[in-house]
């Protein structure tokens, strides 16, 4: 009797463990087959497999934090680079976004972390489901997704002229269709295009000759520099069918000798505030140099807010642009209010109405003063 009862118990036994083996087999199954994936192609041509539902990223490189920021999407935000919280200066994205700083740091970022990424151990900590980055190639991107095990999403800026960038439009694109901001995706790439759209129908039928000659000066590159700083396509004044005069000597950033200056001798001159200092400086030491300046004799010249924080703050330059065309063409620009236009501008893209903290960092939309320097 007793054998009896125990090969019935065992037998009982035998029968739930086979129970429970295929209750774990089927459950393992059923949670793969919940984790549903589609293949995207991302901006550096990689067929990248990532989850049909994305809650948790992580964002590197120059840019890529502000272009989630322009989605609305920074509550999927699990990690930043740790240049994101100790260098605030003219990057309006992270001025509306003080609660970046509650976030771990997956890296160092900053300049010296282009085309090398975040740290891996660091992303692995916080395991979000996609890492979006900037400013790397194709093979250290396979590296970084070998190493963390987790889909890296290459984003673009491109080389930005006037406003409608299809790198930067290709890249909205791309992360609203990843994290389900389609919509929003395709309200800024409009609120951009019309942007441009507006400059230009202000601006396109301007007559060449009613033109002014302009220059632009102190523009940063690696560091700050003075008015001998400058860019021939300058995005601003390509915005605005109005060129630097400079780029009758180049497209790109150069430095131009102050001989050069006074050649040209344009009616116009604004200041990147970024190096204003470095013309407040020179200024005292050289006051003959200036004065015998045009703009300068004749109180032209004008401060504007420096874009190029962390690549290119495409607000910002937006936000210029209004400024200088104000000042160029005050007909065409007569209903605009440069700073309360700069909000409007900060508040679509950012979420906040940002211009006074910027003003506090730098002076703001003014015609400068060298009178007491």
């Not at 037998?11 to 429970?20: E, K, T």
């Not at 282009?114 to 900590?125: C, F, H």
């Not at 930067?168 to 995706?185: D, P, V, W």
């Not at 700073?339 to 679509?348: G, L, Q, R, S, V």
């Amino acid at each position: 009797m007793n054998k009896k009862i125990i090969s019935i118990i065992v037998a009982l036994m035998m029968s739930l463990v086979v129970a429970l083996s295929g209750c774990v087999e089927s459950s393992d199954s059923g949670t793969s087959e919940d984790i549903k994936t589609v293949e995207i192609v991302d901006m550096v041509g990689r067929t990248v497999e990532i989850p049909a539902e994305v809650q948790k990223i992580v964002c590197s490189g120059p840019g890529c934090l502000r272009l989630i920021s322009y989605l609305n999407a920074t509550d999927k935000l699990v990690g930043v680079e740790d240049f994101e919280n100790t260098n605030l200066i003219g990057r309006p994205y992270r001025l509306a976004h003080p609660e970046f700083s509650e976030l771990s740091v997956i890296g160092n970022g900053g300049p010296q972390d282009i085309n090398v990424g975040p740290d891996p151990e660091k992303v692995l900590n916080v395991m979000p489901e996609v890492i979006f980055i900037t400013y790397i190639d194709s093979d250290n991107a396979d590296e970084l997704q070998k190493k963390t095990g987790i889909p890296v999403v290459v984003l673009s800026y491109g080389a930005l002229g006037n406003f409608k960038n299809d790198a930067i439009f290709n890249s909205l694109t791309l992360c609203g269709e990843i994290l389900g901001k389609e919509e929003r995706a395709e309200k800024v790439i409009s609120f951009i295009s019309n942007i441009q759209n507006d400059l230009d129908k202000r601006t396109s039928e301007i007559p060449d000759e009613e033109k002014p000659s302009i220059y632009v000066g102190a523009i940063g590159n690696k560091g700050i520099h003075g008015i001998d700083s400058t860019e021939g396509s300058y995005p601003p004044f390509e915005s605005l069918n109005t060129e630097n005069i400079a780029k009758t000597a180049s497209n790109e950033h150069i430095f131009i000798s102050k001989e050069q200056l006074i050649e040209w001798n344009p009616e116009f001159i604004f200041i990147d505030e970024g190096g204003i200092s470095i013309v407040y400086e020179d200024y005292e030491k050289n006051p003959d140099y200036y004065n015998s300046l045009d703009a300068f004799k004749n109180g032209n010249v004008y401060g504007i807010l420096p874009f190029n924080y962390y690549t290119t703050n495409i607000d910002t330059a937006m936000a210029d642009s209004y400024y200088i065309g104000t000042i160029l063409y005050p007909e065409a620009f007569s209903d605009i209010d440069p700073k309360a236009k700069a909000d409007e501008i900060y508040e679509f893209l950012v979420g906040k109405g940002v211009y006074s903290k910027m003003n506090e960092m730098f002076e703001g939309f003014e015609n400068l003063d060298f009178s007491n320097q």
